[in-house]
């Protein structure tokens, strides 16, 4: 019979240890060098068993603070609504305040060139002006989204919404600010698919590198024309969201 790899006898116990309540959500748990010197192994065989259970979403790695017990509550639901037009402000906001979350941002704009990838996705040629805007979405003081967005400068270069979030009519979303240039959006395409953080995702988002998340990428277009007028990647943190889309029915209305 073949031995069971010392990293996943590892991993059993301590996974047994989580299940049977011999720790519970949010204690630390043994370092890896604390976890190495009690089973007898190297570093990286403990390594690999935080490893497995990280996937598993039982423990979560704090870069600079260890190993903790992942609390099992049910994630929370992050509304992806599917929007025709303007009217209702900054959509990340609105979803936010619907679940009774404080939501915040960081942002920040810069000129840039097209890549390739994104030029592609805009319809435009490489090394065209865009305008890109980093955010980091916070839900009650705790990162949880990270959205990079690009817009064509020859859409908005001359206009009063150029910069996403300054000026007259800056955050209110990008179907409010493409309606102030006459411009109808529809609904955007997203594309959905889960993968592991990079070291600069983990990064902002306060995990460790491998973390799953969820990759969305969006684009808005001119419902006239069919033009590319934005878009986005999005990165969800995997273990605390779930996405659902569209509108259920409200009692009451037609």
């Given at each position: 019979?073949?031995?069971?790899?010392?990293?996943?006898r590892i991993a059993?116990?301590?996974?047994?240890?989580?299940?049977?309540?011999?720790?519970?959500?949010?204690?630390?748990?043994?370092?890896?060098?604390?976890?190495?010197?009690?089973?007898?192994?190297?570093?990286?065989?403990?390594?690999?068993?935080?490893?497995?259970?990280?996937?598993?979403?039982?423990v979560v790695a704090?870069?600079?603070?260890?190993?903790?017990?992942?609390?099992?509550?049910?994630?929370?639901?992050?509304?992806?609504?599917?929007?025709?037009?303007?009217?209702?402000?900054?959509?990340?906001r609105a979803m936010?305040?619907?679940?009774?979350?404080?939501?915040?941002?960081?942002?920040?704009?810069?000129?840039?060139?097209?890549?390739?990838?994104?030029?592609?996705?805009?319809?435009?040629?490489?090394?065209?002006?865009?305008?890109?805007?980093?955010?980091?979405?916070?839900?009650?003081?705790?990162?949880?989204?990270?959205?990079?967005?690009?817009?064509?400068?020859?859409?908005?270069?001359?206009?009063?919404?150029?910069?996403?979030?300054?000026?007259?009519?800056?955050?209110?979303?990008?179907?409010?600010?493409?309606?102030?240039?006459?411009?109808?959006?529809?609904?955007?395409?997203?594309?959905?698919?889960?993968?592991?953080?990079?070291?600069?995702?983990?990064?902002?988002?306060?995990?460790?590198?491998?973390?799953?998340?969820?990759?969305?990428?969006?684009?808005?277009?001119?419902?006239?024309?069919?033009?590319?007028?934005?878009?986005?990647?999005?990165?969800?943190?995997?273990?605390?969201?779930?996405?659902?889309?569209?509108?259920?029915?409200?009692?009451?209305?037609?």
């Open positions: 019979m073949t031995e069971t790899p010392p990293y996943l059993d116990e301590l996974r047994a240890r989580i299940v049977d309540g011999g720790v519970v959500a949010g204690e630390r748990l043994p370092s890896i060098s604390e976890l190495a010197e009690e089973y007898g192994y190297s570093g990286g065989v403990a390594q690999r068993a935080y490893g497995i259970l990280i996937e598993e979403n039982l704090r870069p600079g603070a260890g190993y903790f017990v992942q609390s099992q509550e049910a994630p929370n639901v992050l509304l992806r609504h599917q929007r025709v037009g303007p009217g209702r402000g900054s959509p990340v936010l305040a619907e679940q009774g979350v404080e939501a915040t941002r960081r942002t920040e704009s810069a000129t840039a060139r097209a890549d390739a990838a994104i030029a592609a996705r805009l319809g435009i040629a490489v090394g065209d002006p865009v305008v890109h805007t980093g955010y980091v979405h916070l839900a009650d003081g705790v990162p949880v989204q990270l959205s990079d967005s690009w817009e064509p400068m020859a859409v908005t270069g001359n206009s009063l919404i150029v910069l996403p979030e300054a000026g007259p009519h800056g955050g209110i979303g990008v179907a409010d600010r493409m309606a102030v240039i006459g411009i109808e959006v529809g609904l955007p395409v997203e594309r959905v698919s889960a993968r592991q953080a990079t070291r600069q995702e983990a990064q902002r988002l306060g995990v460790q590198p491998g973390a799953v998340v969820l990759a969305v990428e969006r684009t808005h277009y001119d419902r006239a024309s069919g033009r590319p007028v934005e878009t986005a990647d999005i990165v969800l943190l995997g273990s605390r969201w779930v996405v659902e889309y569209g509108s259920r029915p409200r009692p009451g209305n037609s």
